[in-house]
T-cell receptor, first 114, second 119 residues
Framework: AQSVTQLDSQVPVFEEAPVELRCNYS??????LFWYVQYPNQGLQLLLK??????LVKGINGFEAEFNKSQTSFHLRKPSVHISDTAEYFC????????????FGKGTRLSVIA | GAVVSQHPSWVICKSGTSVKIECRSL??????MFWYRQFPKQSLMLMAT?????????EQGVEKDKFLINHASLTLSTLTVTSAHPEDSSFYIC???????????????FGNGTRLTVT
């Protein structure tokens, strides 16, 4: 079985500062990893995904994440955050490229302070 | 790009009534759709997998008689919360993967969710 751990439930950060949202996963097989963002009362928007290849993945809105197999991590980073980045961020994993659902972490609330 | 439309976006109903939530894939066919439930400030929990033309697969602990799922076409799945109670109040989100382009690794596309409040 797979699981995802997002170590920080809340991360406050000042505007224009860098941020890292942590995500660790557990799986006995190869995995595919995703980061989604959720704004209040909305669905999820895909930020980026790791399927294979380069371990550094660039996504939308200036976010990037690095897949680290030895540490079973997939941390999300942004060098300079904006007020508009305030949202809930979810890390998710699936073990199959087939038609299987995602398993989500509990989410990290990013609050950007002016 | 692929879009999943969910309707209604919010609904308030009285205890004991039933509520239907629709999930449509607007520009692609989805043989499988997933229904998630999200409690306030918590993660998304998979409720069931909706399969076109067959019975849905429910996760452990989810009452299939309470949360009726129908996937009658390749573009529409519905979730009906029967005899709703206040504890059913939650945010329900559907998702689907676009298989039309034979891209097995394509990510899930999510609807914007339905906020259900049972009074």
């Amino acid at each position: 079985a797979q699981s995802v751990t997002q170590l920080d439930s809340q991360v406050p950060v000042f505007e224009e500062a860098p941020v890292e949202l942590r995500c660790n996963y557990s799986s006995s097989v190869s995995v595919y990893l995703f980061w989604y963002v959720q704004y209040p009362n909305q669905g999820l928007q895909l930020l980026l995904k790791y399927l294979s290849g380069s371990t550094l993945v660039k996504g939308i809105n200036g976010f990037e994440a690095e897949f680290n197999k030895s540490q079973t991590s997939f941390h999300l980073r942004k060098p300079s955050v904006h007020i508009s980045d305030t949202a809930e961020y979810f890390c998710a994993v699936t073990q199959s490229p087939g038609n299987t659902p995602l398993v989500f972490g509990k989410g990290t609330r990013l609050s950007v302070i002016a | 790009g692929a879009v999943v439309s969910q309707h209604p976006s919010w609904v308030i109903c009285k205890s004991g009534t039933s509520v239907k939530i629709e999930c449509r894939s607007l520009d692609f066919q989805a043989t499988t759709m997933f229904w998630y439930r999200q409690f306030p400030k918590q993660s998304l929990m998979l409720m069931a997998t909706s399969n076109e033309g067959s019975k849905a697969t429910y996760e452990q602990g989810v009452e299939k008689d309470k949360f009726l799922i129908n996937h009658a076409s390749l573009t529409l799945s519905t979730l009906t919360v029967t005899s709703a109670h206040p504890e059913d109040s939650s945010f329900y989100i559907c998702s689907a993967r676009d298989w039309a382009g034979l891209i097995p690794n394509s990510p899930l596309h999510f609807g914007n969710g339905t906020r259900l409040t049972v009074t």
